[in-house]
């Protein structure tokens, strides 16, 4: 089954604690993207990956660190996590970094909770 | 830039009613795809549709409707006889064409929070 899985799905650590939410997609697509979804504020851009080692700032990349070693895992790194980084987030892909008609695909979403 | 606006943040509604969720984009891109897509209380994001700019006609599908209107940067979905499954977070969202846009491929409205009473 295609699909983007992340883990974990819910967590809840504390302010200064590295963590690090996975991301793997099975479909062999070239681009993969981090959105955070903020209460009015919709999914916002962190980063993205326009393929292997190629990785770009999205909107609010700040206090992110990603890494696109392999083509179908895309991890979020928060080296340092602060309460205001306390979001849902979703992990994407798509077959194509151009822009277009190919849908993109979103896992299940992340809960994450920085005390 | 490209913009999305869903300007209702929650709508209620009492079942078979039809609601209308509205949604206004803006670019300078001639060519663009616009997508609805629908957070039930799950927290997964279901895909809904996709549209592209050259095609104007509105799209049925069972209770759902949609309708794409240039002149006005607008693309509204409709959910005629609602229910409560219908109940969820619902974002409408733009993407450009071209290697100007190859960094963010999707845009997305605030969404629009229906509540579908029984």
């Known amino acids: 089954e295609a699909q983007v899985t992340q883990n974990p799905r819910y967590l809840i650590t504390v302010t200064g604690k590295k963590l690090t939410v996975t991301c793997s997609q099975n479909m062999n697509h070239e681009y993969m993207s981090w959105y955070r979804q903020d209460p009015g504020l919709g999914l916002r851009q962190i980063y993205y990956s326009m393929n292997v080692e190629v990785t770009d700032k999205g909107d609010v990349p700040e206090g992110y660190k990603v890494s696109r070693k392999e083509k179908r895992n895309f991890p979020l790194i928060l080296e340092s996590p602060s309460p205001n980084q306390t979001s849902l987030y979703f992990c994407a892909s798509r077959k194509s970094w151009l822009g277009g008609p190919d849908t993109q695909y979103f896992g299940p979403g992340t809960r994450l909770t920085v005390l | 830039a490209q913009k999305v606006t869903q300007a209702q943040t929650e709508i209620s509604v009492v079942e078979k009613e039809d609601v209308t969720l509205d949604c206004v984009y803006e670019t300078r891109d001639t060519t663009y795809y616009l997508f609805w897509y629908k957070q039930p209380p799950s927290g997964e994001l279901v895909f809904l549709i996709r549209r592209n700019s050259f095609d104007e006609q509105n799209e049925i599908s069972g209770r759902y409707s949609w309708n794409f209107q240039k002149s006005t940067s607008s693309f509204n979905f409709t959910i005629t006889a609602s229910q409560v499954v219908d109940s969820a977070v619902y974002f409408c969202?733009?993407?450009?064409?071209?290697?100007?846009?190859?960094?963010?491929?999707?845009?997305f409205g605030g969404g629009t929070r229906l509540m579908v009473k029984p």
């Open positions: 969202a733009l993407s450009e064409i071209g290697l100007n846009n190859a960094g963010n491929m999707l845009t």
